[in-house]
Nanobody, 111 residues
Framework: QVQLVESGGGLVHAGGSLRLSCAAS????????MAWFRQGPGKQREVVAS???????FYAESVKGRFTISRDIAQNTVYLQMNSLKPEDTAVYFC?????WGQGIQVTVSS
């Protein structure tokens, strides 16, 4: 069972940046796809971005051009660089791999 631990969240003003990290442990084999999801207040959880082994990426339309997902396969870590943050990006962000979830980390963007 994969264990995922997120870090790097916090409070930032609109227009600011944050970088989230997610370290995976208790791994058997190679993780194919790693992804970031988020759940805002009163909203359903939604995918933000994902990345495969070949660095193929997917982004939600709402974050294209502002967020960048990357990974360090050797370190079993995935990152989410978030620039030009908006108040609507406020959410709990979750790391996902092999149908396992991290505990979530709060990102708050003030206007």
């Amino acid at each position: 069972q994969v264990q995922l631990v997120e870090s790097g969240g916090g409070l930032v003003h609109a227009g600011g940046s944050l970088r989230l990290s997610c370290a995976a442990s208790r791994i058997m084999g190679i993780i194919n796809v790693m992804a970031w999801f988020r759940q805002g207040p009163g909203k359903q959880r939604e995918v933000v971005a994902s990345i495969g082994l070949g660095d193929d990426t997917f982004y939600a339309e709402s974050v294209k051009g502002r967020f960048t997902i990357s990974r360090d396969i050797a370190q079993n870590t995935v990152y989410l660089q978030m620039n030009s943050l908006k108040p609507e990006d406020t959410a709990v962000y979750f790391c996902n791999a092999r149908d396992e979830w991290g505990q979530g980390i709060q990102v708050t963007v003030s206007s």
